[in-house]
């Protein structure tokens, strides 16, 4: 079983739904992550944090609104979706690299979402 | 820029034969990580395997092995005697460390298709 868990499994809104997708951990991983998967393409990193901090927004538009209340929780915040961002979203999380890691991310089984 | 190339898209064999799948990576930094991670269907991205950038030893793990060649900047990965549970998205990876988290770029995937 995977140690980082994702709520919902699946997700249907509509395009002037609010929603949230939520991940968490209990690895005492200090840095977490949101990826986009499109249908036969590869993850797309969305954000991180780290140490509770966003530290990469990779030009993420603002209807996804990411949170992280603390070091073992991450949420996404939709609002006003459009369809083509129907998609997995995968949550994951890593040690600090380096301190004897290599920083290896750890994915949940992800949050398929569909947008009407 | 990092990149990744996994030029197979897709791949059939039948049971009990062995596949290697190719992966070629472009990285300006001296210091490095690959991986290789697995997505069955049920869409989580299960981590197999990391290597760093000084260590060119090969690895063994079961039915699975690793072949890291610096010199021609590949990453091969060989699974011995496929299973249908072998079945997947490979997706090979390299990470660029941001100062706390990790930075996965992905190959575009390889799907492996094991037959009886």
């Known amino acids: 079983d995977t140690e980082v868990t994702q709520t919902p499994k699946h997700l249907v809104m509509g395009m002037t739904n609010k929603k949230s997708l939520k991940c968490e951990q209990h690895?005492?991983?200090?840095?977490m992550y949101w990826y986009k998967q499109k249908a036969k393409k590869p993850p797309e990193l969305m954000f991180v944090?780290?140490?509770?901090?966003?530290?990469i927004n990779e030009s993420v538009p603002s209807r996804f609104s990411p949170e992280c209340p603390n070091s073992s929780l991450l949420n996404l915040h939709l609002h006003a979706l459009q369809p083509e961002d129907s998609a997995l979203y995968l949550c994951?999380?890593?040690?600090?690299?380096?301190?004897?890691?290599?920083?290896?991310?750890?994915f949940g089984e992800g949050s398929r979402l569909t947008v009407l | 820029a990092q990149k990744v190339t996994q030029a197979q898209t897709e791949i059939s064999v039948v049971e009990k034969e062995d596949v290697t799948l190719d992966c070629v990576y472009e990285?300006?930094?001296?210091?490095?990580?690959l991986f290789w991670y697995k997505q069955p269907p049920s869409g989580e991205l299960v981590f197999l395997i990391r290597?760093?950038?000084?260590?060119?030893q090969n690895e063994i793990s079961g039915r699975y092995s690793w072949n890291f060649q610096k010199s021609t900047s590949s990453f091969n990965f060989t699974i011995t005697a496929s299973q249908v549970v072998d079945s997947a998205v490979y997706f090979c990876?390299?990470?660029?460390?941001?100062?706390?988290?990790?930075?996965?770029?992905f190959g575009t995937g390889t799907r492996l298709q094991v037959t009886l």
């Open positions: 990876a390299l990470s660029e460390f941001t100062g706390t988290a990790s930075k996965l770029t």
């Open positions: 994951a999380s890593s040690q600090y690299p380096g301190q004897g890691t290599t920083g290896e991310l750890f």
């Open positions: 290597r760093n950038s000084f260590d060119e």
């Open positions: 690895m005492g991983h200090r840095a």
């Open positions: 990285t300006r930094d001296t210091t490095y990580y």
């Open positions: 944090y780290s140490y509770e901090k966003l530290s």
